[in-house]
């Protein structure tokens, strides 16, 4: 007898096996699988849900940001965007239409 050929025997008989068991073990496994599955949900929504508000501060944060930048430097209601560098030496005073 071939090595390969009780290989062959021995996988349909595992094969055999399996499709009988599976109507008796499938459904206490999904009875698992299925609550297992929605607590993994459930957390993938949460983790995600706390990623959008860590966002949105961060977001917040950089307008304020940007916002504080943008009044020292001068804007002004026409558009225009000067920048004042006070030397010691001198005052140098730059502005340009945007």
Avoid: F
């Amino acid at each position: 007898m071939n090595m390969l050929s009780g290989q062959v025997v021995w996988g349909g008989v595992a094969l055999g096996l399996s499709a009988i068991a599976a109507p008796t073990v499938l459904p206490s496994v999904a009875s698992v699988a299925r609550p297992v599955a929605k607590t993994i949900m459930k957390q993938g929504i949460l983790l995600y849900k706390r990623g959008e508000r860590v966002a949105t501060n961060v977001k917040e944060g950089w307008a304020s940001i940007v916002d504080e930048a943008l009044s020292e430097l001068g804007e002004d209601a026409a558009g225009k965007q000067c920048l004042t560098v006070e030397d010691p030496a001198q005052q140098i005073s730059e502005c340009s239409q945007s």
